[in-house]
């Protein structure tokens, strides 16, 4: 197993006298900069001019452009989108830089593809949340904390680690457990994880029953569109991912375990994933990636408009309304 950290295993003093620098106030940013706020730690928050802007300003913090909180900081929590943090570092944040700075990474995205390279007496390191920004500043408030996958890529003052231990106790996650990992197995298994077929298959499965005769509003309220494959998934986080089936009916348990097993491939879809894999791994997701952002993502637009197109999308618009979920005015998507 894995090496996790708890709070005992940090030494929150070596925060004490650095200015911590949250760059870039959105999904992460806010949560983690609210929490190292309530932490004691002085953070400081630099973002451009938009709506993230607005959302620090109403939440009491004094702005700081991202060049002016690079400048004031020690540690620099990099917490922009993956496709800016390159332009950010080079614009902003690389000029300021002293050794014995601290770099932390939310994702380990940028410094495994080279996309940034540090300064070698930089300390570079990744405390990732597995949990969304709005579940990182709720369960700080409850008191349970979140888990994250911590790693140290660079280690130019001997005491990186430390000071990604000193992080994660600031933003809250090692009070459920942080696990050391790498930048590499980061970005192995969040980008796998983001290759998964899943909303074609739903649609596939949407296709399969209103062929069959069933309603379209049946089968999303079935599916998904009621809630409750929420509360399946919180009975996986706490259970287990097999175990929450103790929880269903025992026809549900039949079926799940027993019958469907006859309708899954398992060598075929092993085989696919491992094709996935070795994609991430030979680099050829990232040059596709970034082709699609160079020409300002037509695909993502051409299957944005054919989902869009698609009956499921115009049958779940109609619901949504329907269900109070949406306003009775709301345009239909794409339109």
Request: aromatic share 8%; glycine share 10%; net charge negative.
């Amino acid at each position: 197993m894995g090496r996790f950290y708890f709070d005992d295993d940090a030494d929150p003093a070596l925060l004490d006298g650095r200015t911590v620098a949250v760059i870039g106030y959105g999904n992460q940013g806010r949560s983690q900069a609210l929490n190292m706020k309530d932490r004691g730690v002085d953070v400081v928050v630099g973002n451009i001019e938009d709506e993230y802007a607005e959302s620090a300003r109403a939440d009491g913090w004094d702005l700081l452009t991202i060049e002016e909180a690079a400048a004031r900081a020690d540690v620099l929590m990099m917490l922009t989108s993956d496709d800016s943090q390159p332009d950010v570092y080079e614009n902003w944040v690389k000029k300021s830089l002293k050794p014995g700075d601290v770099m932390c990474f939310a994702h380990g995205f940028n410094i495994h593809y080279g996309e940034i390279v540090p300064d070698p007496q930089t300390d570079v390191v990744m405390v990732a949340p597995r949990m969304l920004g709005e579940g990182v500043r709720a369960t700080f408030l409850e008191g349970r904390g979140f888990p994250s996958l911590i790693a140290v890529a660079q280690d130019g003052s001997g005491r990186a680690l430390d000071m990604c231990l000193a992080i994660s106790w600031a933003i809250g996650t090692t009070r459920m457990g942080a696990l050391e990992s790498s930048f590499g197995e980061e970005v192995l298994i969040d980008l796998f994880e983001e290759h998964q077929p899943g909303l074609y298959a739903l649609r596939a499965m949407y296709t399969a029953l209103v062929e069959a005769g069933c309603s379209p509003e049946a089968v999303m309220l079935d599916l998904y569109a009621s809630g409750e494959s929420v509360k399946f998934a919180e009975y996986g986080r706490d259970l287990g991912a097999f175990e929450r089936m103790k929880r269903t009916s025992a026809t549900a348990q039949f079926g799940h375990l027993v019958w469907s097993k006859q309708y899954f491939d398992e060598e075929g879809t092993l085989e696919g994933m491992r094709r996935m894999i070795a994609n991430i791994k030979d680099g050829s997701f990232i040059r596709a990636l970034k082709a699609e952002r160079q020409k300002n993502r037509p695909a993502v637009e051409a299957v944005w408009q054919e989902n869009n197109d698609h009956e499921l999308v115009r049958r779940e618009h109609d619901l949504y309304r329907l269900l109070g979920r949406r306003s009775k005015g709301a345009p239909a998507p794409g339109s």
